[in-house]
């Protein structure tokens, strides 16, 4: 029955301190072979005066956004092809890769690429997946089936997509998409 203990200084909304929880618990669970019921986290909390390092007190950092939330909010911007909301989640060196394609950096050359693919898309999720990288960014996995129509006007759905996203500093770095588009469309 493994016990973590963690001291954070006063200021965390209580979202944010069951985020920390949730993290932590899972974090145990990929080492520890642990029901989450036998997991128990308890965060300390600190008063700011009552802290200090190299001789100074200090004040919390905010916490980051949940890079879920932010990874959502940016497909749900796209789809809506509101590119000024997806355009402002994006962090310097920005870039991503779709099947057969070299890395874009754009969100104007995804949209000029997927013109002859197809004329609108739409993504069903089945989960979201996130963790922090050993690198300073968290790494999230969208899964599900997306639906839309091909250039001919024919109605298309069920077709498996995974995005993998990195979020540095709550913007995104990088998107990687594997999708079954192109074998589904042969195949009709």
């Not at 006007?153 to 990687?176: A, H, K, S, Y």
Request: proline share 8%; glycine share 8%; aromatic share 8%.
């Amino acid at each position: 029955m493994p016990v973590i203990e963690c001291h954070v200084m006063q200021g965390y909304a209580d979202a944010d301190k069951s985020r920390l929880c949730e993290a932590l618990t899972h974090a145990v669970r990929i080492v520890v072979p642990a029901p989450p019921e036998a997991i128990t986290v308890l965060v300390h909390e600190l008063s700011p005066s009552g802290y200090m390092r190299g001789g100074e007190h200090r004040t919390p950092a905010p916490a980051l956004p949940d890079p879920s939330d932010t990874v959502r909010r940016f497909l749900t911007a796209m789809e809506a092809r509101d590119l000024d909301t997806a355009r402002n989640m994006l962090g310097a060196g920005f870039q991503m890769v779709f099947p057969g394609t070299a890395p874009m950096t754009t969100l104007e050359q995804l949209i000029d690429w997927a013109k002859p693919r197809y004329q609108h898309v739409t993504k069903t999720y089945d989960g979201f997946d996130a963790m922090q990288s050993p690198h300073d960014h968290a790494i999230v996995y969208c899964r599900g089936a997306l639906s839309g129509v091909w250039p001919d006007g024919t109605p298309f759905d069920g077709i498996r997509f995974i995005d993998r996203f990195e979020v540095t500093g709550g913007l995104l770095t990088r998107q990687d998409v594997w999708n079954d588009i192109a074998e589904v469309k042969a195949n009709t």
